[in-house]
């Protein structure tokens, strides 16, 4: 039975990282509880701890301090070792339904990150930042999680942030007020100074600051076009992924949404400012060009009354001639989007994954190219061509 404190810290990572990846108290040793939330990513694994504990009415505040501080941050570490433990003696894991388990990344390329979640604690007390105990333990208290999730709500921007604080304080004391104000120093420098800096401190309620400025007003305008990958990865989860899909399409749907939905914040602008482009201008179909350190090429089509009934047929069609057009791109994944006859959004998804363009591949690729004229005169896009025409919300409401 999930506490009321671990059901809000489950939902928060759901709509944040989808079902695919947030596994609240999977199964570990001696079929006990592991841990309160586990989310495994690629070769990403975050141990979650959740406690929720009432300070005592002792009249000696350190006292208070010091017992609140054992049970709610001490005890959520001991139990992130123990499951640590665990999860580096085996290559799967259960769930708590006792059925179904889930595959970890392969032990020398995890990627383990630590997070102790302590809600209850007193409004005078400073919740350290985190805990060198042997591995560095992130510790968080309930506003700091709800909003760094909130802030850093793909999966790919909250392990970066993970990763470059524990980076940053291997070198330097930290004296902040309270978590929040770090991630405000964070989304404001990256953590990168013109200088080493061995000791770093803020005022207090630099977060607030932040919340306030013109920076942030501006930024929450730039992501807007963003906000269209977050509403067809959602769209295409929870209808296309579904108790009657077959096995077979499952795993590809799953793949390509487990992929779309590693674009950060960033990408996702860059994706959508071309997407909404593609739309408005009513093209046939569009090829982005891939983000940084990307492996996958996105194929567009704009859904008509002209293609609706062909529409998953062009899309496979297209991603292959797409995939003989950029020879060094291994994944291409094809999105239809637009609208029905309810005026209802609609989106398609088709992932093809070809490592090797054989002879017979590049044949049967380039016939398809010439008979249906699909990529004739192929132009690859990006989002610098189109920033500055005004964003339209992609011809339809989300």
Not at 4 to 14: D, G, M, N, V
Not at 154 to 181: G, Q, S
Not at 259 to 269: D, T
Not at 357 to 363: Q, R, S
Request: hydrophobic content about 35%; charged content about 25%; some cysteine.
């Amino acid at each position: 039975m999930m506490t009321p404190s671990e059901k809000y810290i489950a939902h928060l990572c759901r709509i944040s990282f989808l079902p695919f990846w947030s596994f609240p108290n999977p199964i570990g040793k001696n079929g006990k509880e592991l841990c309160d939330l586990l989310v495994v990513c690629a070769n990403t694994v975050i141990i979650i701890s959740v406690k929720d504990i009432k300070f005592s009415e002792h009249k000696n505040q350190e006292i208070q301090q010091k017992r609140w501080s054992k049970k709610a941050i001490e005890s959520s570490i001991n139990q992130i070792k123990g499951a640590e433990r665990h999860l580096n003696s085996v290559d799967c894991i259960l769930l708590k339904d006792r059925k179904t388990s889930i595959q970890l990344p392969k032990k020398d390329q995890r990627v383990i990150y630590r997070i102790a979640i302590a809600f209850g604690s007193d409004k005078d007390y400073q919740i350290p930042i985190g805990n060198y105990q042997e591995e560095f333990v992130h510790i968080f208290d309930e506003k700091s999680t709800a909003t760094i999730l909130s802030e850093l709500d793909t999966i790919t921007d909250f392990t970066n942030y993970l990763f470059a604080k524990e980076k940053f304080l291997e070198n330097c004391n930290l004296l902040v007020a309270c978590e929040v104000d770090f991630l405000a120093i964070y989304i404001e420098t990256t953590l990168e100074f013109d200088q080493p800096v061995d000791v770093l401190t803020c005022p207090d309620d630099l977060w607030v600051s932040y919340l306030t400025s013109q920076e942030y007003y501006n930024w929450r305008e730039t992501i807007k076009p963003s906000f269209i990958w977050d509403y067809m990865i959602n769209h295409l989860f929870n209808y296309h992924i579904t108790d009657s899909t077959s096995q077979e399409r499952r795993d590809n749907m799953e793949f390509a949404v487990r992929l779309i939905n590693q674009e950060n914040r960033m990408n996702r602008i860059e994706l959508g400012i071309c997407l909404d482009d593609a739309i408005n201008k009513k093209s046939n179909a569009r090829m982005l060009l891939p983000q940084e350190n990307a492996n996958h090429l996105y194929v567009f089509i704009p859904l008509t009354q002209d293609n609706w009934d062909g529409k998953e047929q062009e899309l496979e069609l297209r991603c292959i001639v797409a995939r003989k057009l950029n020879p060094s791109i291994h994944n291409v994944i094809g999105i239809a989007i637009g609208s029905n006859t309810k005026g209802e959004s609609v989106f398609d998804i088709c992932h093809h994954y070809i490592p090797n363009l054989t002879d017979e591949f590049l044949k049967n690729a380039t016939k398809i190219q010439e008979e249906f004229g699909y990529f004739q005169n192929p132009k690859m896009s990006n989002s610098s061509e189109f920033r500055d025409n005004p964003f339209e919300a992609f011809g339809f409401k989300p």
